[in-house]
Structure formats: C-alpha cells, structure tokens
C-alpha cells in the first residue's frame, strides 16, 4: 500500500492550499480516508476524516469552515482544500487510510503517506 502526498508548499496568511493523496495497493472505494497533521514539537492531530462513500465526514473544531475533505474514488484520491490559513496551521499533514469507517483517532489506521509540508507565513 502507498498513499502519496502532494500539493503543500508555503503559504500567505488567508491565502489558500489543496493537498491531494493518491492510494494504490489497496481498494481505495472500501477505506475511509484521512488527513492528520503535525507541527514542531507537537503531537500528531486530527485534521478531517471522510469515510468510504464519503457519506459521512469528521473536522477537527479548529478547521471548521475552512477546510473541505473531499474524494474521488474513480481517480483513488482524497483531497484537502485548504481556506484562510493561519500560522497555526503550519505543520506537516498526513493522508492516512483504513479499511470502511473513518475515524478521528490516528491509532485507527493502518496505512499512512509520508506527509507534505504546509507552511503558512507571511
């Protein structure tokens, strides 16, 4: 399994990023699929979660309103656009995949991309 990052870079203050995570190696259609995040010197944190349809889907509070999660399962990628960044949001996020329900907590999955960098800063 391989689930491959791209699209971070840096950033402006309110300016605007999408992150996408290509999957092969696995069924993408039957994992719930999500993005993590982790700053210097902080843990690892929940960023959004969008289960196998894409039915439901999970925001950490501090994303609400300016992150969308979003999949396509014919192309087996799950996007993050990503609105009014702030500084806070600066830190590596990770796409992460398990098998049908996402969930918010990392320890659920199984697989997990090596992370792109979003800095935001003016």
């Known amino acids: 399994v391989q689930l491959v990052e791209s699209g971070g870079g840096l950033v402006q203050p309110g300016g605007s990023l999408r992150l996408s995570c290509a999957a092969s190696g696995l069924t993408f259609s039957t994992h719930g699929m999500g993005w993590f995040r982790q700053a210097p010197g902080k843990e690892r944190e929940f960023v959004a979660a969008?289960?196998?349809?894409?039915?439901?889907?999970y925001y950490a509070e501090s994303v609400k309103g300016r992150f969308t999660i979003s999949r396509d399962n014919a192309k087996n990628t799950v996007y993050l656009q990503m609105n009014s960044l702030k500084p806070e949001d600066t830190a590596v996020y990770y796409c992460?995949?398990?098998?049908?329900?996402?969930?918010?907590?990392?320890?659920?999955?199984?697989?997990w991309g090596q992370g792109t960098q979003v800095t935001v800063s003016s």
């Open positions: 992460a995949g398990r098998a049908l329900i996402a969930t918010m907590r990392s320890q659920d999955y199984a697989y």
């Open positions: 969008i289960s196998w349809r894409g039915g439901r889907i």
